[in-house]
């Protein structure tokens, strides 16, 4: 009987670069559009040095604040080294609980308007599945 390894022809250098961890490849890599928002708290941020970085299409990184006084649940939206303001707190525990648990989520401006103080923001948040 044969062997079944003897018929699957391997490159070894193909091989080696991968398990040296050369490449990195997800197939199964998708994202998936969880909530449509609007940022909360952008009017008690200092904005002025970003505002007009944040652009349609900017992505911002999403970070747990588990230890925020206000709000156990509490998700910061940061563009750079600035927080931008918050996903809003009625829409925010299921989110905090799935990163919680290890999922990756980023926010992308899908619009942007300035209404005295209030910078208006208009998010996506995306599940990197």
Same mark, same amino acid.
């Given at each position: 009987?044969?062997?079944?390894?003897?018929?699957?022809?391997?490159?070894?250098?193909?091989?080696?670069?991968?398990?040296?961890?050369?490449?990195?490849?997800?197939?199964?890599?998708?994202?998936?559009?969880?909530?449509?928002?609007?940022? @909360? &708290?952008?009017? =008690?941020?200092?904005?002025?040095?970003?505002?007009?970085?944040?652009?349609?299409?900017?992505? #911002? /990184?999403? %970070?747990?604040?588990?230890?925020?006084?206000?709000?156990?649940?509490?998700?910061?939206?940061?563009?750079?080294?600035?927080?931008?303001?918050?996903?809003?707190?009625?829409?925010?525990?299921?989110?905090?609980?799935?990163?919680? @648990? &290890?999922?990756? =989520?980023?926010?992308?401006?899908?619009?942007?308007?300035?209404?005295?103080?209030?910078?208006? #923001? /208009?998010? %996506?948040?995306?599940?990197?599945?």
């Amino acid at each position: 009987m044969n062997d079944v390894r003897s018929l699957v022809k391997v490159n070894p250098g193909l091989l080696g670069a991968l398990s040296k961890g050369a490449f990195s490849l997800n197939v199964f890599c998708r994202e998936i559009l969880v909530l449509e928002c609007l940022a @909360a &708290g952008t009017s =008690f941020r200092k904005l002025d040095k970003v505002v007009d970085d944040l652009k349609e299409t900017v992505h #911002l /990184e999403m %970070k747990r604040e588990g230890k925020n006084e206000f709000d156990e649940f509490a998700v910061a939206l940061w563009f750079r080294d600035t927080k931008v303001g918050y996903i809003p707190r009625q829409k925010n525990e299921v989110l905090a609980r799935l990163m919680d @648990a &290890g999922k990756q =989520f980023y926010a992308s401006i899908s619009a942007k308007e300035m209404e005295g103080n209030w910078l208006k #923001l /208009e998010i %996506k948040v995306i599940l990197k599945d």
